[in-house]
Nanobody, 117 residues
Framework: QVQLVESGGGLVQAGGSLRLSCAASGRTVSRYSMGWFHQAPGKEREFVAAIGWIGGFTSYADSVKGRFTISRDNAKNTVYLQLNSLKPEDTGVYYC??????????WGQGTQVTVSS
């Protein structure tokens, strides 16, 4: 049973920073690509960032390039998302996911981020 648990969300002013964590159990993060997704109020879930299991390859949505950084601590079986220069439009629920066979198969319950202007 794979379990992903996000934490680190909260309320922050525009321009501030947060670090989200995704702790995995049941399956090591080092052997699978991991991703973060964002769902704004009333909108569909959207891709934010991903980190590959080979060489730590990373990719980002254009809207967060230069502001967000995804990283992975294999020893802790945890994936992080550093959020800097936050904007009100970054408000929403952030979900962690693990890719299996080319699709995002396992999801966490999400953590709420609220950015005030």
């Amino acid at each position: 049973q794979v379990q992903l648990v996000e934490s680190g969300g909260g309320l922050v002013q525009a321009g501030g920073s947060l670090r989200l964590s995704c702790a995995a159990s049941g399956r090591t993060v080092s052997r699978y690509s991991m991703g973060w997704f964002h769902q704004a109020p009333g909108k569909e879930r959207e891709f934010v960032a991903a980190i590959g299991w080979i060489g730590g390859f990373t990719s980002y949505a254009d809207s967060v390039k230069g502001r967000f950084t995804i990283s992975r601590d294999n020893a802790k079986n945890t994936v992080y998302l550093q959020l800097n220069s936050l904007k009100p439009e970054d408000t929403g629920v952030y979900y962690c996911a693990q890719s299996v066979g080319g699709s995002w198969k396992y999801w966490g319950q999400g953590t709420q981020v609220t950015v005030s202007s």
